[in-house]
């Protein structure tokens, strides 16, 4: 029917063209028609309820019908399919002058897409078509009536103005979205226009093309040179999104845009990271537990370092990196495909060879045939152990902070050292002197105690012998300043006793 009105509008120019002096019709140039916004009846207030309509104003006085009850709704392309977020009542209106075949409800529950979500777009010029089909050829890369575009296409198209027969062609473009785990909008924008002055209305359509080829004409585009904005169904073709147009009215493709409002989250953080602090001389042991969320790989620092890119099931680690004597601070990382966790972080270090004692105290002639060692304990130490001149005498645990020299010579000083161990290692060496000395009664110095010393001290005490310095030390056993009786008992005592 449309075919045969257009042939008879055609014999009818044609007539009209015959008629007058001959001359060719002037070219077609179209300028460009801002589009009016989906969102535009949004702006009356804030509504918690919103509808999300497709109008299919084919022709002017459908267009007229809508337009004159609604005019904020920002119908500026003239006949053409629209889609718009009303409320209830806007759609009453609608209803009161259009019959059910002329408008659809897309969603009875609409809602914006959140700012918080993801947004991609990928803008392709009229050109840049994934395919094309015609059966007449009727494809042409060009702009024609289109002011100011650039890189067109143009489909259904036929350079004789006088031919009255219709040609068909089609062109899709492909769209590769980035990974997203939901989809919360899709919406295509068609710019284009119609080069061709005969048909009154649209016959170019656009739908979204699916995994067999095939597409369904979902929307109609409008005559003028405009933006053509729908929000579409997640119909895919393998793994791209395919919005295909066809049209038999000489219809020149500007560019098409494709908007992708997604989410994308990255996954939650590990839990539970622990670090060995000092448990193992060679490395760090790490352990971990996973997140809850699925992931596709982990990233280990080692102070903010990249260590190891883990498998996604990995929960140990061991850093055999680790320098010793230092605290390194260790953060883990789960990935997916939308990136990368929060890090989460804990010190560890390895176990290192104990430090020296910060003093040793060897006793200096403070005890008779035995010299004293002593010293402050110190961190991660299995043992020590004790030299006397650079020759190793004892070992003692831990737990022990001191050693007698029972086997010293009186008189003699040594240096005695202390070092600390454990399985890491040694610390250096600290080291202190000390001597013992001789017990006292042996009074000639003659290396014996008897009763030959006891004659001397007597002399000593009845003041008929004067000591030297060292025989009055030797004499006064008890230490009081006094070489008498008490000396000679306790002098007397000892031999006897032995």
């Not at 919103?50 to 709704?73: E, G, H, R, Y």
């Not at 059910?100 to 010029?125: C, G, H, M, Q």
């Not at 104990?354 to 060692?373: K, L, R």
């Not at 250096?428 to 000390?434: H, I, R, V, Y």
Request: charged share 25%.
């Amino acid at each position: 029917m449309r075919r045969m009105i257009k042939i008879s509008c055609l014999f009818l120019g044609i007539s009209i063209l015959l008629g007058q002096n001959g001359d060719p019709p002037k070219p077609i140039i179209k300028e460009f028609t801002p589009a009016g916004r989906i969102e535009a009846l949004m702006d009356e207030n804030h509504s918690d309820k919103w509808l999300l309509i497709q109008l299919d104003l084919k022709n002017d006085s459908l267009f007229n019908l809508v337009n004159d009850i609604l005019p904020a709704m920002e119908l500026y392309s003239g006949p053409a399919s629209y889609h718009r977020i009303m409320e209830f009542r806007h759609l009453e209106q609608i209803q009161s002058v259009l019959t059910a075949e002329f408008y659809s409800i897309l969603n009875e529950n609409y809602k914006l897409p959140s700012s918080s979500r993801e947004f991609w777009v990928d803008f392709k010029t009229g050109s840049e078509t994934q395919g094309t089909w015609s059966d007449d050829d009727a494809i042409e890369y060009t702009c024609a009536c289109l002011s100011g575009a650039s890189d067109c296409v143009k489909l259904g198209w036929d350079d004789s103005w006088w031919n009255p027969l219709d040609y068909w062609g089609e062109a899709w473009y492909g769209y590769q979205p980035p990974y997203y785990q939901s989809i919360e909008e899709i919406r295509v924008i068609v710019r284009g226009g119609q080069c061709d002055d005969l048909p009154l209305w649209s016959e170019t359509y656009m739908g979204m093309m699916d995994d067999n080829g095939n597409w369904s004409h979902d929307y109609e585009l409008s005559i003028n040179y405009t933006d053509n904005e729908y929000v579409v169904g997640s119909i895919w073709s393998g793994t791209m999104l395919m919005p295909r147009m066809g049209s038999e009215d000489n219809y020149c493709i500007d560019h098409v845009k494709l908007e992708f409002y997604y989410t994308c989250d990255e996954p939650e953080s590990s839990t539970n990271l622990l670090a060995s602090d000092g448990e193992d001389c060679y490395t760090v042991n790490l352990a971990w537990n996973l997140p809850t969320s699925t992931i596709t790989g982990q990233t280990l620092y080692r102070d903010d370092t990249v260590i190891a890119q883990l498998d996604a099931d990995e929960t140990e680690y061991e850093d055999w990196g680790a320098q010793s004597g230092t605290e390194h601070i260790y953060c883990i990382e789960s990935q997916n495909e939308c990136g990368s966790s929060a890090m989460v972080c804990n010190p560890g270090s390895v176990k290192t060879a104990p430090d020296s004692p910060s003093y040793v105290s060897a006793s200096d002639g403070e005890y008779v045939n035995e010299v004293q060692i002593s010293w402050p304990g110190v961190d991660v130490v299995d043992d020590y152990k004790i030299y006397r001149d650079s020759t190793w005498m004892g070992i003692v645990s831990a737990d022990q902070l001191e050693y007698t020299d029972i086997i010293a010579e009186s008189d003699v000083v040594y240096e005695y050292c202390i070092e600390a161990v454990n399985d890491c290692g040694d610390s250096p060496w600290k080291c202190d002197t000390g001597y013992t000395i001789s017990p006292g009664g042996d009074v000639n110095a003659d290396g014996s105690i008897d009763v030959l010393d006891i004659v001397v001290m007597v002399n000593i005490v009845i003041e008929t012998y004067e000591p030297t310095d060292d025989e009055f030390s030797a004499a006064d056993i008890n230490s009081d300043g006094w070489v008498d009786v008490l000396d000679i008992v306790t002098l007397v005592n000892e031999i006897l006793g032995d």
